[in-house]
């Protein structure tokens, strides 16, 4: 019997050694990985544009697959509600808080924007609502500023970068899109309510 | 062997290997012999003899008396060494389960390890000489129940995962799409994590084939 229970000890001892490596190690580095990826996906800069590829759709009325699509862009950590309007596909995206118009949230919305425009075919127009104030950008607006349909920009990863980049990353469409002031009423060819 | 020996041995299966069970075994064997000699004596065939022959002693569990003088205190700290061996396997089963939602079952394999570790201790150290009865049969049948109860445990509990898993796609006719290595692992694990508690039955049924080891002779 004590020949059993040392053998029993040292498969207590190899088994533990296993456990801490697994669980502080292995585990630990993993979710620490993943904890940064899911920090990253709140942020326009660093989001895999891969996560929301699932939720393309040729159209507006799946309130499912247009909630979890903005679920996977940034400002996802943000409560919000969603409303769709079918006879226009205007979707209103209604954030509970008051809106911070610093340049990183303007220029998620503006990646968001582009995001669901090129997912959602028939999206016609998207409302930022805010406590002080909305957003409204069109297709129009957003169309004017790319040479390929906007669902291609999609298909190529490369494509997409280059867009974001170019279009949002350097600010030229910040201005238009999402000024500071947000109190004017929208228009076809405004940006704001 | 001939059928009446396969029969007698198949009567002694759970039954501890001891002269008395031994010298039993033989008794009946011969009785068996006999009885199927007076029957083909009789003219009955050689087939129906011997199963005529079965029938007469279908069971020995009247015929043997099942108290067993055991030595309790090793015995008990046999059946504690079995629990502190079991939990070690539990906790090595949950290893896995640590890069899945189930993780925390890893602390609870350890918790239990230490604890039933903490406890053999106690008995090696603390152990009182005595010695008792204990009754095999009622070993059998905690084995035997134990079984049971857990066969519908699992099976209760693996029908509730498919079910939860599957039960949308079967209602709406949709096929289940499972993505990938880690989807998998995720869906294999729900059926996993009930199974570890195997180790429960395991442990009772090793208390059953432990008790005849600690018989006490005369």
């Known amino acids: ?193 | 062997m001939n059928e009446l020996e396969r029969h007698v041995e198949k009567l002694f299966r759970h039954q501890p290997d001891t002269p008395e069970t031994q010298e039993l075994r033989e008794e009946i064997l011969s009785n068996l012999q006999a009885k199927r000699e007076d029957l083909l004596a009789q003219g009955m065939d050689e087939r129906a003899a011997t199963e005529a022959a079965k029938r007469d002693i279908p069971s020995v569990d009247g015929l043997i008396d099942d108290q067993q003088t055991t030595n309790v205190e090793r015995y008990r700290m046999a059946c504690a060494q079995t629990v502190w061996l079991h939990c070690i396997l539990f906790w090595i089963g949950t290893l896995p389960l640590l890069f899945t939602g189930y993780g925390w079952l890893g602390t609870v394999g350890l918790g239990l390890s230490v604890l039933s570790g903490v406890g053999y201790l106690l008995f090696w150290l603390l152990h009182p000489v005595m010695q008792g009865t204990r009754s095999l049969a009622g070993a059998r049948r905690r084995k035997s129940m134990a079984w049971r109860i857990w066969g519908v445990f699992y099976a209760v509990a693996a029908l509730s995962v498919a079910a939860m898993t599957f039960g949308s796609n079967l209602w709406y006719g949709t096929p289940v799409t499972i993505e990938g290595p880690y989807q998998w692992a995720v869906m294999a694990s729900r059926f996993y994590v009930p199974l570890l508690t195997v180790l429960i039955p395991l442990t009772v049924s090793r208390f059953a084939a432990l008790l005849p080891q600690y018989r006490v002779e005369g």
């Open chain 1, 1 to 193: 019997m004590k020949q059993k229970n040392v053998r029993i000890f040292l498969l207590m001892l190899v088994t533990f050694l296993v456990y801490w490596f697994l669980n502080y190690g292995v585990v630990a580095e993993l979710q620490l990985r993943r904890s940064i990826y899911e920090h990253a996906q709140t942020s326009a800069y660093f989001h895999n544009i891969q996560e929301i590829l699932p939720y393309r759709s040729p159209y507006l009325g799946d309130a499912s697959n247009t909630g979890n699509l903005f679920y996977h862009l940034p400002l996802h950590q943000y409560p919000m509600t969603f409303a769709i309007e079918p006879e226009t596909c205007t979707l209103t995206v209604h954030y509970d808080t008051a809106a911070e118009t610093t340049e990183q949230v303007r220029e998620n919305l503006a990646y968001n924007t582009l995001a669901a425009m090129a997912a959602i075919d028939n999206l016609q127009c998207i409302q930022y609502e805010f406590q002080d104030g909305t957003y409204c950008i069109t297709r129009q607006q957003v169309e004017k500023r790319f040479d390929v349909p906007l669902s291609a920009l999609l298909d190529d990863t490369e494509q997409w970068e280059k867009a974001t980049q170019h279009e949002i990353f350097l600010g030229t469409v910040l201005a238009e899109w999402f000024p500071m002031e947000i109190d004017t009423p929208c228009s076809s060819d405004s940006q704001q309510v």
